[in-house]
């Protein structure tokens, strides 16, 4: 395995020194709506080239109708702009509801079009813009979370019935914040209610899950530890969680597929191969999901670092970009995967300080790490798109030459 690694390594080394740094490229619509077209569509045409708009991106907009159409057109416009054909929109992030026709969950906190606009269905008119704009629209639900991240549990709405939950052991409290319980039928049933919604009532293009499954547990931290030892199962608990994610991922890529057969369902996990086999968190069985077409349609791990990551020790760090990149085209091959392998890119990080292990963050010495990621996935010849994370960073001033050199790379 080490020297198959130093194979791999070596190559991308070889392949970063040819590409790294050259710039060759080896609902109702508003009344004066029109349908938008791209002036530069890329050559790589059977790419998918997405952005995230998350739910702190909802939080922004404008809480009027009239003003929320007009800004929701002038946001697919620049996607556009920025060679992109996709976006994977928030449509439940903490076990709440973006859309007017989802009632399996509670409205959510940070859509804000209803306090003026009651009947307003935000979610149908961004679909209706998305397509009018020629953009996939892929519906992002955060699986198991309930609160965290802007959310806390007086949040939750007193009459839902998630608030009786803790009591029957469907939702769980882990090191305060509350989730849903990954081991109880009762949940997964809710969940693929959830998800079949969605494509029922609303025409996305594709449904994707974040990587938010079971939290890390320390030993000694129970989670869902009765429930195991209540199932008698003959499996460990750590594959006994793995196929209780497994058999939800299952469930959802069956379901999205009945609803709509054009669908497609897709998974974005953290980088580490790994992170997600490990035996504390997440419980990803990621050799299972990559063998066949029964989980998930594409995979896009975030692989949010440069090319230059290195350890707190001075090594080349395992998250680097091309070392990263390399495993998930090993085990894609590997497997003779039918599944497409998406990579997600960092835009967030770009022109910042964030730590990764060099005295000078890479990301503030370059503006075309991104550019050059794209160029680097595409001479691979085995990725098939990309996620750009996320739209809330695209009006940033200092990340403006970076964003600029990404969209010259996307419509190369």
Sequence with gaps: MKKILGIISAIAMLLVSIFGYSSTVIAEPAANAETFQASAPSANEGELRGVWFSYLD??????????????????????????????????????????????????????????????????????????????????????????????????????????????????????????????????????????????????V???????????????????????????????????????????????????????????????????????????????????LWMSSNQYVDYILPQLYHGFEARTGKGNVSPNAFAVCLSDWIELKNRLQSPVKLYIGLALYKCSTDTWDGNQTPEWLRYNDILAREVRYARATGAVSGYGVFAYQNFDDEEKQEELNNLTKAFTA
């Design 58 to 203: 909802w939080t922004e907009m404008p809480e009027v109708q009239k003003a929320f159409q007009e800004k929701t057109d002038e946001i697919m416009e620049d996607i556009v702009k920025k060679g992109m054909n996709a976006i994977f929109c928030h449509v439940h992030s903490h076990s709440d509801s973006y859309g007017k026709k989802l009632t399996t969950f509670p409205e959510s906190k940070f859509v804000s079009t209803g306090k003026s606009a009651p009947e307003f269905d935000a979610l149908s008119y961004m679909i209706d813009s998305a397509h009018r704009h020629g953009l996939s629209f892929h519906a992002w639900l955060n699986p198991y979370r309930v609160t965290g991240y802007m959310k806390k549990w007086e949040d939750v709405p007193d009459g839902s019935f998630l608030k009786s939950w803790p009591n029957n052991g469907n939702i769980l409290l882990h090191d305060g914040d509350y989730y849903l319980n990954p081991s109880r039928k009762e949940v997964q049933d809710l969940l693929v209610q959830a998800v079949t919604e969605v494509v029922t009532n609303y025409p």
């Design 205 to 287: 293009d594709g449904v994707q899950f974040d990587d938010y499954f079971y939290p890390s547990l320390t030993e000694g931290q129970p989670f869902d530890l009765a429930d195991y030892e209540a199932s008698g199962s003959s499996l460990s608990l750590v594959n006994w969680r793995r196929n209780n994610v497994s058999t939800l991922i299952h469930r959802v890529h069956e379901a999205v597929h009945e609803a709509d057969p054009s669908a497609v369902f897709g998974v974005s996990p953290v980088p580490l191969l790994s992170s997600l086999r490990h035996e504390r968190a997440y419980y990803v069985d990621i050799d």
